[in-house]
């Protein structure tokens, strides 16, 4: 599932794709939303939160996504090729000299720009939110402490605590941590969590390869790391879990309790 990084660099390239330009075609290729016409409306701006995007229109209109396992915004130019086949196109934004596909998009919905937070105001503050201070770093901290007894990483996961990390950033974070994720939430300083949570998206928020370690030769600590040593230690990194909630971690270099 894309995370809050890939959010942030999508809503990026939206918004310079599209901003401030016409609309000559916007179609919404949903059985709500099939008979709406967004031809003529002018984006306004892009805003990420987490996870979820807004496309923002004149005229207090905001267009809500959210990429889930398999969406993705392809933008290029009018007659450019799509990398998907176009049963999967959920929206099409089209200027005169740009387009933007969405395919496979989910949660798609139109709501008034003043009310977006009535579709994400149950999240816990946005990692990469402009706005990003101390007082949201401590409001995320507050947030994980609640639970003391929860794995980090399925507290780390929860985006009611804070919006953006999924399974990469999710192992990578217990990693810098030194932690197992199945490490009790009240055994790990929890303002470091969030501080190492907010670092690693916001130095990867408008890279297209990621790198958490800081060298690109090897640009992880474990994620995906299964066939490798460790990046820290050189240890046989283990992979457990499902595709959709694979974890990663070093049983050398990373304290903690093992998976059950």
Not at 31 to 54: E, I, M, Y
Not at 182 to 211: C, F, G, H, K
Not at 245 to 252: E, F, K, N
Request: net charge positive.
């Amino acid at each position: 599932m894309p995370e809050g990084d890939t959010v942030f660099r999508t809503a990026a390239r939206l918004r310079e794709a599209l901003a401030e330009h016409p609309l000559t075609r916007g179609e919404l290729r949903h059985p709500r939303l099939s008979t709406v016409d967004l031809a003529g409306r002018v984006v306004v701006g892009v805003r990420p939160v987490g996870k979820h995007l807004f496309v923002r229109f004149d005229r207090d209109l905001s267009l809500h996504n959210h990429l889930r396992m398999d969406g993705i915004w392809q933008i290029g130019v009018p007659g450019q090729r799509w990398r998907r086949p176009a049963h999967q196109i959920r929206a099409w934004l089209a200027t005169a000299e740009r387009q933007a596909i969405g395919f496979h998009l989910h949660d798609l919905a139109l709501v008034p720009t003043g009310e977006e937070d009535r579709v994400v105001g149950h999240l816990g503050p946005d990692l990469l939110d402009p706005a990003w201070g101390p007082e949201l770093a401590a409001e995320a901290a507050a947030r994980l402490r609640a639970d003391g007894g929860r794995e980090l990483g399925q507290a780390l996961l929860d985006q009611r605590v804070m919006a953006g990390v999924g399974n990469v950033y999710k192992s990578e974070v217990c990693a810098v941590l030194r932690v197992t994720p199945w490490t009790p939430v009240a055994e790990v300083d929890a303002d470091r969590a969030v501080q190492v949570s907010r670092d690693l998206l916001y130095r990867n928020r408008m890279r297209p390869e990621r790198i958490t370690t800081g060298d690109p030769r090897r640009p992880q600590w474990v994620y995906g790391r299964a066939r490798y040593p460790c990046a820290r230690c050189g240890g046989r990194v283990t992979r457990v879990g499902t595709e959709e909630r694979v974890t990663y971690y070093c049983p050398a270099c990373q304290a903690g309790p093992g998976p059950r």
